[in-house]
């Protein structure tokens, strides 16, 4: 592997050796080899997915003086919070892949047609992954609102590679950004990993974000795994208990591969349970097929988790491309 980071120089920390990025000390090793992706390929069930599913995209106010969540499909929500409207995760494009004619499919269409969006502030752009970060989305959102775009240290090159005059604040974990007056964009750990091609894994940063307005608080976990779960109750510690947090509850399985860098449905709660948010939305789910797993199951096993649990059905909601919720 090349030993030079084409994204980011910088001083060595506890999460950044001087090339590449790592999880937070005592938490599981995301790295996997050639031959771990092998045996999975060899071993992988054939489970189908639908190759669409109907959707009735929605058209959002311009603006919610309140706190409002609408999912556009897979990470990608619009967070409408205190006048103000902010992306996660942006992709529009027909396929999570650095090129339009391979690569994971999406079989749900967008929740909100890109034409159809409100005028968008700001960006919570969480890593580079291609289910994540999609230039072409990316272009097309900076032509039309020239958004600001808050991202983990390294992101930046690669968006502005693409778009030379976007606006981008790139920063480290425990980094905060003013997105308007009396709004941060908190960039916070996660347990990932980073790559756009062969070489290059973990030369940039992952994260997700604590997002406050005012007296109201999103958290936004992005990709992450659940480890030993220290990250999640620092983070109430931290910053109190969110009004909402979004959090991953598919891509998991196989576990053995998956469980370092993707939440299942029960560990999505035991992470809104750590926060103590008060409401959660489950994402990440029902639009890529990127693993074993089939399209439904992580929807019903976040019911019957919560079930088990004894916790209502309507705290943690895995909301449908074009649903949309109020946290007030």
């Known amino acids: 592997m090349p030993d030079r980071n084409c994204y980011y120089a910088g001083p060595v920390t506890d999460h950044f050796d001087g090339t590449r990025f790592l999880n937070p000390s005592g938490e599981p090793e995301t790295d996997r080899s050639f031959g771990d992706i092998l ?15 109907p959707v009735t995209p929605t058209v959002p106010k311009d603006r919610v003086e309140g706190l409002r969540v609408t999912m556009v499909g897979h990470a990608t929500m619009l967070i409408q919070i205190g006048g103000l409207n902010v992306l996660t995760d942006p992709v529009w494009s027909d396929r999570a892949s650095p090129v339009q004619f391979a690569g994971p499919k999406r079989v749900t269409a967008p ?25 072409a989305t990316l272009k097309v959102l900076h032509d039309r609102h020239k958004p600001l775009i808050v991202t983990p240290l390294g992101n930046d090159r690669i968006i502005l590679r693409h778009i030379p005059t976007a606006r981008v604040s790139a920063g480290d974990w425990g980094d905060a950004f003013a997105i308007a007056p009396g709004v941060q964009a908190h960039i916070v750990p996660a347990l990932h990993w980073s790559s756009r091609g062969m070489g290059d894994r973990r030369m940039a940063l992952w994260g997700g974000f604590m997002l406050r307005a005012g007296e109201r608080l999103v958290y936004f976990a992005g990709d992450t795994g659940y480890g030993t779960g220290t990250i999640f109750r620092r983070l109430r510690e931290a910053f109190g208990a969110p009004d909402v947090a979004l959090l991953p509850i598919g891509a998991y ?27 959660a939305v489950g994402m990440h789910w029902g639009t890529f097929k990127l693993t074993d797993e089939p399209r439904e199951d992580p929807a019903q096993r976040l019911r019957a988790g919560l079930a088990e649990r004894g916790i209502d059905p309507a705290a943690f909601v895995p909301l449908l491309p074009g649903e949309w919720a109020n946290f007030d």
């Open 111 to 135: 929740g909100v047609r890109i034409e159809d969006l409100p005028p968008i502030d700001a960006i919570l752009l969480s890593h580079n992954h291609y289910d994540h970060l999609d230039v």
């Open 253 to 279: 399985d196989p576990r053995w591969f998956m469980a370092a860098q993707h939440t299942d449905p029960e560990e999505a709660i035991q992470i809104m349970l750590d926060l103590g948010a008060r409401a």
């Open 39 to 53: 045996r999975w390929r060899r071993t992988a069930p054939s489970t189908q997915w639908p190759k669409s599913v």
